[in-house]
């Protein structure tokens, strides 16, 4: 039940491949990606949580997100570190959004898409 399940972040350390960490993200994740820094971000309904990998702590939990990326499905990371995140409209409208994210989190644009858009992915 997606709605009524919160997810988890689990870590993996690849040089042993065993689970480093498992953080409990208090929210339903969607997608996840990890910023050249370490840092893995997870997108929710109520916006863009976020974790150091390396710690395993949460910097933006469910109570705190980064809500002006709330409803987002689909993200992918750059290399200097900015995100695009998929934003789905689901109803017949067809609102798709891609937001935009600077690599010091905040909101720096905003681009319509056509309808259906829910997964990104760059080519650098």
Not at 88 to 96: Q, R
């Given at each position: 039940n997606y709605g009524d399940i919160v997810g988890k972040l689990v870590i993996i350390d690849p040089a042993t491949d065993s689970v480093a960490k498992t953080i409990d993200l208090g929210a339903t994740p969607s997608g996840v990606a990890i910023s050249p820094k370490g840092i893995a971000y997870v997108t929710s309904f109520g916006g863009l949580l976020s974790a150091d990998t390396g710690s395993g702590s949460m910097i933006h939990t469910a109570a705190a997100p980064l809500s002006d990326f709330a409803g987002g499905a689909g993200?992918?990371?750059d290399k200097d570190g900015n995100g695009y995140i998929c934003v789905?409209?689901?109803?017949?409208?067809?609102?798709?959004k891609l937001l935009v994210m600077d690599a010091s989190e905040k909101l720096v644009g905003t681009h319509k898409l056509s309808g259906g858009a829910s997964i990104i992915a760059l080519r650098e």
């Open positions: 993200l992918a990371i789905p409209d689901w109803t017949p409208a067809g609102k798709d």
